[in-house]
T-cell receptor, first 112, second 114 residues
Framework: SQQGEEDPQALSIQEGENATMNCSYK?????LQWYRQNSGRGLVHLIL?????REKHSGRLRVTLDTSKKSSSLLITASRAADTASYFC????????????FGAGTRLAVHP | GAVVSQHPSWVICKSGTSVKIECRSL??????MFWYRQFPKQSLMLMAT?????????EQGVEKDKFLINHASLTLSTLTVTSAHPEDSSFYIC??????????FGPGTRLTVT
């Protein structure tokens, strides 16, 4: 079963612009993670934010987490054509199960 | 970071045959391995969780007799798709976690059943 909804489903922007993707989930979590997937490839882990954290940065990535609204956002600043990929949020459910439940994903296209 | 490999990276098989996919943790001991399936332009769906030396736990709706999972060692898990049919064509991805509980993903195996 899928835990999360992501929006938008697809996003098309120009190089240099910022890209924002949102993720909502339904149940209590230990942490929320964001992954990138290039077409037909495996997953690349981008960032993990724990349930007691509100914001985290990594390079051009900024992730926020609002546990009261059960939502998270991923911001990619100054996007590049190489950022073109699908982006997924994944929630690690509380209770020690260590199961990741993935959202539907956002397909990002960055045009030169 | 930890490395997880999958073999083969792609496979084509005829309907009715069985296919085995291997998932290996190359530089750490994986106490738990996960198998996911991904259809084109869709998200990853967790199929099953396997702990070394134990029977796999399957997610609701996943046929355990069709998708056989073996996790006989701390570095190897296998997924066997039995009596494959065209609707089983998909991208299969494994992940592995050790004591840190962080999951490390393999590069995926693309299965095409003709």
């Amino acid at each position: 079963s899928q835990q999360g909804e992501e929006d938008p489903q697809a996003l098309s922007i120009q190089e240099g612009e910022n890209a924002t993707m949102n993720c909502s989930y339904k149940t209590s979590i230990n942490n929320l993670q964001w992954y990138r997937q290039n077409s037909g490839r495996g997953l690349v882990h981008l960032i993990l934010i724990r349930s007691n954290e509100r914001e985290k940065h990594s390079g051009r990535l900024r992730v926020t987490l609002d546990t009261s609204k059960k939502s998270s956002s991923l911001l990619i600043t100054a996007s590049r054509a190489a950022d073109t990929a699908s982006y997924f949020c994944a929630t690690d459910l509380s209770g020690g199960y260590n199961k990741l439940i993935f959202g539907a994903g956002t397909r990002l296209a960055v045009h030169p | 970071g930890a490395v997880v490999s999958q073999h083969p990276s792609w496979v084509i098989c005829k309907s009715g045959t069985s296919v085995k996919i291997e998932c290996r943790s190359l530089d750490f001991q994986a106490t738990t391995m996960f198998w996911y399936r991904q259809f084109p332009k869709q998200s990853l769906m967790l199929m099953a969780t396997s702990n070394e030396g134990s029977k796999a736990t399957y997610e609701q709706g996943v046929e355990k007799d069709k998708f056989l999972i073996n996790h006989a060692s701390l570095t190897l898990s296998t997924l066997t798709v039995t009596s494959a049919h065209p609707e089983d064509s998909s991208f299969y991805i494994c992940s592995a976690s050790g004591q840190s509980y962080e999951q490390y993903f393999g590069p995926g195996t693309r299965l095409t059943v003709t």
